[in-house]
């Protein structure tokens, strides 16, 4: 599929402005992530979501974390509900301990359309534990997520956890893609960049990966897609954090697009296989606006340029990309 008909596609999942619809139906997100040394990195994540144009968005965080992120935003509802190594203490009976906590969070599973795992998430033991089983509970409930950050560190740990599941998004960035790649074995030298974002999908079982980098590549396995749109040369931390926001948003709205939450006309291209497909171009129009949110905000800002003023660009260049003809320059 080329650019032009990607676009096409992407515009057609995105809910309209409309008094029919009712809060929730343009997407309900959720973030996994946040520990105490970590909080810029869930609320980066969920205030992209919102500012692209879900109406909720749930964070999860380590206890530590809690009124630190509820202090960047109010727009965001952060429950406190995961322990580290050092929270959880020593309970009698760990595993009911840890299974109590993530029983928090499932329960409000059936709110969600989509779980983002990894923002600020950390390495301990304890957060990796209640996380896995989080992953669990959500392909359970058939619950799309994108993995990024230490959420990835869990999948190259184990790689079972997402194998096979057509639902979810990768988004590794060069090291993190590399380490993916040695867990399962994939060649991913000079030699084999073209074509290692597939195998690695097909490795996984044809999960989506996007493959971050100078053009970022995406791939389901049986279909590969580039993303070359301009970005900038500014490398600030945080702007993989405005990415999964973006994907977790149009993976979203594309569950209420099938759903039939909005009346609209059939796409016989987006409705075959949509499993498959919709986690394909949610990551390729997540890209795309990302990029522009970047080059938008050096433009402005230059060398000074932090993953806040790239926030601040969602709503202009979400306009001009995605609701103007024009937008499809960006594209192409």
Not at 56 to 76: D, M, Q, T, W
Not at 82 to 91: E, F, I, K, V, W
Not at 225 to 248: F, K, M
Not at 290 to 319: N, Y
Request: net charge neutral.
């Amino acid at each position: 599929m080329n650019h032009t008909k990607l676009l096409q596609t992407v515009k057609k999942v995105i809910p309209p402005m409309s008094g029919a619809l009712h809060k929730g139906q343009a997407g309900r997100i959720g973030v996994v992530g946040g520990s105490e040394d970590y909080t810029g990195a869930p609320y980066f994540a969920g205030i992209s979501a919102l500012k692209i144009g879900a109406d909720l968005c749930h964070v999860f965080c380590e206890r530590n974390a809690g009124v630190v992120i509820k202090s960047y935003s109010p727009e965001l509802m952060v429950h406190p509900y995961l322990r580290n190594t050092d929270s959880l203490g020593s309970p009698k009976d760990r595993d009911a301990e840890i299974d109590k906590h993530v029983g928090r969070v499932e329960a409000m599973l059936s709110r969600l359309h989509v779980l983002i795992i990894g923002p600020g998430l950390s390495r301990d033991e304890v957060m990796g534990e209640m996380t896995s089983k989080i992953i669990k509970k959500a392909r359970e409930n058939k619950i799309p997520l994108v993995i990024d950050a230490d959420g990835l560190f869990l999948i190259q740990s184990n790689p079972d956890l997402i194998k096979g599941y057509p639902l979810a998004i990768l988004t590794p960035n060069v090291n993190e893609f590399k380490r993916l790649c040695e867990a399962l074995k994939v060649p991913f030298e000079d030699k084999d960049k073209d074509t290692a974002a597939q195998n690695l999908s097909k490795a996984l079982g044809n999960v989506t990966i996007l493959q971050k980098g100078g053009k970022d590549i995406i791939s389901n396995g049986n279909e590969v897609i580039e993303c070359s749109a301009e970005g900038s040369p500014r490398r600030c931390g945080g702007q993989g954090d405005l990415l999964s926001g973006a994907c977790a948003t149009f993976l979203a709205w594309g569950k209420n697009y099938q759903a039939k939450a909005w009346d609209h006309p059939a796409d016989p291209v987006l409705d075959k296989e949509f499993e498959t497909r919709l986690p394909l171009v949610a990551a390729w129009a997540a890209c795309l606006l990302a990029r522009s949110c970047s080059k938008a905000a050096f433009a402005k800002h230059r060398r000074a340029m932090t993953t806040s003023d790239l926030i601040e660009q969602i709503g202009p260049v979400f306009k001009s990309v995605f609701e103007s003809e024009k937008g499809q320059n960006a594209a192409d």
